[in-house]
């Protein structure tokens, strides 16, 4: 039976009185601690006037902060999320001086900098209490998502006696192999699971499984796949395309943006969130039209950027922020005090962490992730129905601390209080939901290969290629997703990847002697690039894919060099007589196409699955002219990792490659029994099928440009998908896609590879013989 009204308007007086007298008396006690700090005259006062004189400070600073402070933040909100985290301490701090000086009588006085002290104590005080009684209060809660419910259905002009169907929201554990979850979730020597949240739903209401990524195992292949359905041409965290002379990467704003632009063309559709859904904290939209802390998005500039109107949602509680600011000092402490024990104990392996790393850190584990998971939060209250947020914390901490560290886990229990949290906010929502957890990729450990072996990746490409090695030697950024996130919330420009000189910027090990074709250095300089154990190199000189004929007849012993040095575990090139071959040490083949073999297979080691993935990445239109995986020892699990990180990701070997998917066991399995979930494509497939299970938004189709045939992700390639289309380059606006000239009918070379590709449940990649005529694209 619903509340008489008198009662509500009773409740939250109570709850306003209560907030109040809590701030009047933390004042009474900071006018008492703090000698800059005072709430009498001169002369003096009675204990009544001065309490009298605390309560009107309290109730001037209340009434300030719920009507002047949502304005501030509102007008700031173009300013650097990080700079308005640190204004928040000196806004906060200006309204109690305000209200000090409201007080009659100028009983009440304060110093600036103490000020600050004074609103940040008071502001969280008042906001524990505010909380603390609201979540009592169960009445009161539900009654405000009532109202949070009904104002939704009015404005989509939905009929308020229907029901809703359940909503769905994804939450990616970025990082977070399936192996490393199973180890969280167990009980060992009396202690609890490192993750008991997560125990408890497996052992109630979810099952769970672990998927293997494509080749490119890394947040932008896996996200761009899951998200919006196609990861074709995206061979790894970063590479150079020849055709347009710049350096991808996936973490960039810019070439997120481009990604996602040729995905969406690719697929026919804008992305699993399209319809009424919310995209918070990942690297693309997903379709979604509300957006927090999305890189794709965060190039943009003004008011049309609605990523960043995410700030506000959060910063527009000063507790919040104050909370957040404190947390993200601490976290900082914590990095110092952790890597300082690491370089005491002499733990092995082990990298730098200093400079910003420790800024870095604190931003992707406390200012990213709680303003993610209160928008999230605020997404459940107001009843959408698709929300899809990713948590990156784990994977930043994992990179420089390892996989399994203590600190590692320590972010996972801080993960597993963040998924409790929004499960009590889904129990009380407006309709219900279905939670999915599942991770990105997995992270495998090992020494890095400069560490282990001396020289990195670039030198040994310089020395197989006889050119002469730099002395300094450069380190590759590392802290992917959490790294150009910060810079997108400080405002900074990006970094390039190739400077002004031509030379690679930060890439590759020793990037700084690395050149494009063009610039300061030799034309023949090769390009370097590491995206985790994968390595990627380019001759910017050469038009188009090198083939091996062409490479051995410039660089002789280049390969060999390569494919027979201890760390590396194979290569893959392009034969013009052959096709795709993989090289291993020893002079060993995989002919790919034929499926020929010399000697022992490269790939054998790398376990099931790892040919099917070679097979695919090697006809995409970015392969590089030569692609190095790193070796792996699958006793013990590692590889090596050709940037600056002992747990790492990118490429074939371990645990990067099998991430989890977690499920409410009312839906159906991803795959039948027995089968294996291949690929970010096919998870993509899955999502959306459960969407739909949910009598949820069915992801609208977009008609091509040649056929005006729709294309459906669940069929094959030879029913009708429709000819492929080209990926739009950075210059091309969103609806600017070159169309190849074709019949879309299969070539019989299509038909072999489809059914040899089974396993992918996808349409093969063309080809790397065929060549599509283009049509001239007029307005360039």
Known sequence: MQKPRWKTVGGTLLRVTAVWAVSTLTMLALAGILPDFRLKSDGGDSATRIAITAAIGAGAFGVLSALVWPLLVRALLLMPALVLGLLVFVLNGSMLLIAISLIPDGRGAVEPETAVVVAAVMSAASSATSTFLTVRDDGAYRRRLARLAGRRRRRLGEDGGSEAPPGTVFLQLDGVGHA????????????????????????????????????????????????????????????????????????????????????????????????????????????????????????????????????????????????????????????????????????????????????????????ERDVVVTAVMGDILSGRTAIYADLVAYDEVAHHSGPRSRDARQVLARLDRSIALIAKVADRAPRDYRIVLLSDHGQSPGETFAGAYGLTLEDLVRVGCGLPVSRRAGRTPSGAEAREAGRAALHRPEKPEVDGDGRCAGVGGAGDTAAVAGGGAPASDPIVLASGNLGLVSFPDVPGRMSREQIDARHPALLRTLADHPGVGFLLVRSEAHGAVVLGAEGAEHRLDTGEVVGASPLTVFGPGAEAAVRRTAHFRNTPDIMVNSGYDPARGTVHAFEEQIGSHGGLGGEQGHPFLLWPAELTPPVAAGEELVGAERVHRVLRRWLEEADGPQVPEKETAATGETYAPGAEALTGAGPAVEEASAAQSPTEVEVPVDTGLPRASDVARTVQDSRWDGAPAAPFTVVRPVVPNKTR
């Not at 490393?180 to 020597?189: F, G, I, T, W």
């Not at 074709?232 to 996936?250: H, I, L, Q, T």
């Not at 509300?290 to 700030?311: C, D, E, I």
Request: glycine fraction near 6%; aromatic fraction near 8%; charge should be positive.
């Open 180 to 367: 490393v979850l199973r180890e969280a979730l167990r009980e060992r020597d009396n202690r609890p699971a490192v993750m008991p949240t997560v125990a408890r739903l497996i052992r109630s209401t979810h099952k769970v499984t672990p998927w293997r990524t494509d080749w490119s195992s890394q947040t932008g292949a896996s996200q761009l796949g899951i998200l919006h359905g196609s990861n074709e041409d995206v061979p790894a965290f970063r590479w150079y395309e020849k055709k347009s002379g710049e350096v991808m990467v996936s973490n960039r704003p810019t070439s997120a943006a481009v990604l996602q632009r040729r995905a969406a063309a690719r697929a026919r559709h804008d992305g699993l969130l399209t319809v009424d859904g919310a995209s918070r904290g990942n690297l693309f939209t997903g379709g979604a039209d509300q957006l927090a802390l999305v890189l794709s998005v965060a190039a943009r500039r003004g008011p049309h950027n609605r990523s960043r109107s995410g700030y506000f949602a959060y910063f527009a509680d000063p507790a919040n922020a104050t909370r957040t600011a404190v947390s993200f000092l601490a976290e900082v402490v914590r990095e110092i005090c952790q890597s300082t024990r690491a370089k005491l104990r002499r733990e092995t392996p082990r990298v730098k962490r200093g400079g910003l790393y420790p800024f870095i850190r604190a931003f992707a584990t406390v200012v």
